[in-house]
């Protein structure tokens, strides 16, 4: 609110016609009503990034992660679900190739409390399929039941989004080029409304019961 300001009226020389008038009206009302809405309450959780080292080098570049992370927040744009990188740090060369559940498991003691953690590794071989390598995985460890996502650096773009759908509450769908679909036509990946449904009502179960906090210093979060 500008209280400051002095109203002032102004008179423009250019003339608009009513029906142009209305037109603009409705225009403005229609534009403001749609960016609203669905911004209402937006929540942004934090991921915590931690990256493998292979060969003395990160696993991945912190610029390839964010396109994963813009890539799901351009996705999840139809909930009230975002998501934002508040720690990057380097982990062991040990976990640089995961293979088994215990190798998987052993990723919780690096896990931190209110935050999803996102392990990038090298390799991630599928604990059911052996010789099967993995481009994702939303992992619930033993015996703590932390649960964390692992991608792999040679994951392509919306597997970040995939298996956040998965922590956010989403099974796997065999519509094609849905979200959590394996199939891929080139098609628009997309989220059907009972997906972005079951986001939103994770999202407030995740706060409700402080699983997940917000992510601070948002300035989405301070404009709410
Ligand atoms: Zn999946």
New binding site residues.
């Given amino acids: 609110m500008n209280y400051a300001l002095p109203r002032t009226s102004t008179r423009t020389r250019t003339s608009v016609s009513p029906v142009m008038a209305v037109l603009l009206v409705w225009g403005f009302v229609a534009s403001s009503a749609s960016a609203a809405e669905p911004n209402a309450d937006v929540v942004t959780f934090p991921l915590q990034v931690a990256i493998a080292l292979e060969g003395g080098k990160p696993v991945c570049t912190a610029a390839w992660f964010a396109q994963q992370v813009s890539d799901a927040n351009e996705l999840y744009a139809r909930s009230r679900v975002r998501f934002r990188v508040t720690k990057t740090r380097e982990i062991s060369e040990k976990f640089a190739a995961l293979h088994t559940r215990a190798d998987r498991d052993a990723l919780a003691k690096l896990t931190e409390a209110n935050v999803i953690d996102v392990f990038v590794v090298a390799a991630l071989e599928d604990v059911d399929e052996p010789g099967r390598y993995r481009k994702g995985v939303a992992w619930t460890s033993r015996p703590e039941a932390a649960r964390f996502l692992i991608l792999s650096a040679v994951a392509p773009a919306t597997v970040l989004a995939?298996?956040l759908g998965?922590f956010f509450g989403n099974g796997?769908s065999a519509v094609p080029d849905n979200l959590?679909s394996y199939t891929r036509t080139g098609g628009r990946v997309f989220f059907d409304d009972s997906q972005v449904a079951k986001v939103n009502a994770f999202a407030d179960q995740f706060l409700a019961s402080g699983r997940l906090a917000e992510a601070r210093s948002s300035l989405e979060a301070r404009e709410r």
């Fill in positions: 995939h298996e998965h796997h959590m």
